[in-house]
């Protein structure tokens, strides 16, 4: 009854894929990918929200894949994530959930006003997390902007630095 519940909230609730919500192993090139980071990425929901707007999400220069995911952090607290399929955003721009501490045991660890999260982004088919840069449009890095409940902070590109990596298989 659990395993339904979880795969009914992950389904309709943070959308992720019904694949990765049931944990099941994806064998479209005949090598099977665990969603082993995925475990990472979970979050429970909060009444203390901001959502976190980015125009780009890259890896090596080039856009990730609709199967790869952002996830917002409070140190190693997940905070939110989005899985990033752009064909659901608002005109390719897509958002990621970045929740609140609202005094419930569940969101214990989660951000308060003033915060800072951190983002990362999980690569699905290398099966590895990366951490990231915010960056501006001229390609400088900037500071991520501060945590507050309902604020809508939009940056222009979230950029994976290949060099700090965790692969999956070694969690």
Same mark, same amino acid.
């Given at each position: ?7 009914? /909230? ?6 992720? =894929?019904? @694949?990765?919500?049931? $944990? ?28 976190? #707007? ?6 090596? $220069?080039?856009? #990730?894949? =609709? ?7 409070? $140190? ?18 897509? @958002? ?6 609202? $005094?419930? =045991? /569940? ?8 915060? *800072?999260?951190? /983002? ?8 590895? #997390? ?30 994976? *630095? ?6 999956? =298989?070694?969690?």
């Amino acid at each position: 009854m659990f395993t339904f519940i979880l795969y009914v /909230f992950c389904l309709f609730i943070i959308g992720c =894929s019904s @694949d990765a919500a049931a $944990g099941i192993l994806d064998d479209t090139n005949g090598d099977e990918q665990i969603y082993v980071c995925m475990d990472e990425f979970q979050y429970n929901t909060s009444t203390l929200q901001a959502f976190y #707007i980015f125009h780009s999400v890259t890896l090596n $220069g080039e856009a #990730i894949s =609709s199967d790869d995911w952002v996830g917002a952090f409070n $140190g190693d607290v997940c905070v939110g994530a989005r899985q990033w399929d752009t064909s659901n955003c608002l005109n390719g721009v897509c @958002d990621v959930p970045v929740l609140g501490s609202d $005094g419930q =045991s /569940f969101t214990s660890g989660y951000l308060m006003a003033g915060n *800072i999260p951190t /983002f990362k982004i999980y690569d699905s088919s290398e099966g590895k #997390i990366y951490a990231t840069n915010l960056m501006n449009e001229l390609g400088e890095i900037i500071d991520t902007p501060l945590w507050a409940n309902t604020a809508f902070p939009i940056i222009h590109s979230l950029v994976a *630095i290949p060099e700090i990596e965790i692969n999956c =298989s070694d969690q």
